[in-house]
Each structure stands twice: as structure tokens, then as C-alpha cells.
């Protein structure tokens, strides 16, 4: 089965329920249409589980597509940030810095999205590492999208923990792919390539920095 969409052709924006503008995050509004795009063909096939939420700017793109097949989105991040999130770091926000616990922690603000954009029934978020829940995590999944720590160690966790948990004719998306070194780090580019070298995924490209995969039959 091949993707029955031409992703040479830019996604249609699509009614997301809440001003996603209000919603903190790191996704272009193409990448989130692309999301979008894709998530409503992978909820037909089974769940959909993405690693690195935030505060929920991809889950809402993800989830307003899968809540149209009253299917399941497991939304996967600690809440604790990446490596550039952290006090001092290029990309903190003090308005997610719990001053009480003194540390990072992005759940209230994603919890606020969900319930702002209704995709509660949709959601289910597992606050966790990466690695924990993949450790005895089973069931195949319709699609995976790889937006978690951009250190070599967390992207390779991430694709070693999850891209074969993508069932056939699923979708493997991975955010943050810059084919030049000049224009992002290295990670995402890294575990994109794996999955082209492995033969198990058939490439559709890029939207922007967002690259799509899809598992062999
Ligand atoms: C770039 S942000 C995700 C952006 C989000 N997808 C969006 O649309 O705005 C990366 C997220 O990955 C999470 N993260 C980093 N390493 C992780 C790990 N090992 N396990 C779980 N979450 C992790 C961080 O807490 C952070 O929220």
C-alpha cells in the first residue's frame, strides 16, 4: 500500500478547534497540516503515539484527526524538557519553570491544550521517558512521530525504542530532519537515515523539516 496522498502538494490547514497560535510550540503551520494529514490516514489502521508533546501543539493537530475516528493518541514526553529547554539553554521559557520544585515542566501547560482543544476523549498522555514505556510497550502502532531530545543518545533511544513498533503500511514521522548541517543539528537527520537503511521504510520526503516514512508491507 502506498500513501494515497501527493505530499509534493502542501496539506490543507485544517479546523482545529482552538487557536493554535495560543498554544506554545515548534512546529510550522505546514508540518502541523501535514500531521494532520497524516494522522487522519493512520487512525484508520490503529493508534498513533508521538514522543515529545511539549505543550501540546503537535498533539492537537494529531488529535483532531485521530478524534474524527474515535481513535486513541498517546501523547509520550517526561514534561521535564530537552537539553535546549533547561534554565540558561537557547529555547527556556520561564513560564514553564515550576519556581516551587525549581525545574522545567511543560504538563500543566499541556493538560490546559488538551482540555481547551476537547481531546480528552482522544488523548492519553504518558508521562514517562521514552525508553520506560517502550520497554514493554506491545501492541503495533499506526503511526509514530519523533519529536523528542535532540542529543544523539535520546533520537537514537527513540528510533530504537519505537520505529519498529510501526505496523506495515504505518507511518514513521520524524521531526527536525535537516539534510544540511547548516541549517539544524545532526540527531534527527541521523535516525532518518537508519530507517532509509534498513529497508524496512519506503521515503516520502520532506514538509518543511518534518520527514515521512512509511513501513513496508
Ligand atoms: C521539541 S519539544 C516537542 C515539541 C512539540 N512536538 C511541539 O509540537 O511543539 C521536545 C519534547 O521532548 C521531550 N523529551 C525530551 N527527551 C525525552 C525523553 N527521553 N522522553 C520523553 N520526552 C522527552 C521534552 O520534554 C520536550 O517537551
Known sequence: ?????????????????????????FLAPDEGARLHQLADLAAQLGPVLE???????????????????????YALDHHRGSEEHQVGEGYHDPDLF????NRFDSFPAFRDTIER???????IALVAPSSTVARDW???LAM???????????????????????????ILAIHDVFPNPAD???????????ALASNRFVDF?????????????
Open 1 to 25: 500500500m502506498s500513501l494515497p496522498i501527493d505530499l509534493s502538494v502542501p496539506a490543507p490547514q485544517p479546523e482545529l478547534g482552538i487557536d493554535i497560535d495560543t498554544v506554545k510550540g
Open 51 to 73: 514522543i515529545g508533546s511539549y505543550c501540546g501543539k503537535s498533539t492537537v493537530y494529531l488529535g483532531r484527526a485521530v478524534q474524527e475516528h474515535r481513535g486513541t493518541l
Open 98 to 101: 515550576d519556581v516551587a520544585r
Open 117 to 123: 482543544a476537547a481531546l480528552d476523549d482522544t488523548v
Open 138 to 140: 506491545q501492541s503495533q
Open 144 to 170: 509514530v512521530f519523533i519529536d523528542g531530545g535532540h542529543s544523539m543518545a535520546a533520537a537514537q533511544a527513540d528510533f530504537d525504542g519505537w520505529a519498529s513498533k510501526v505496523m506495515p503500511g504505518g
Open 184 to 194: 539544524g543539528g545532526r540527531p534527527p537527520f541521523e535516525i532518518y537515515q537508519q
Open 205 to 217: 520526503g520532506l514538509t518543511r523539516s518534518l520527514a515521512v516514512l512509511q513501513r513496508r508491507g
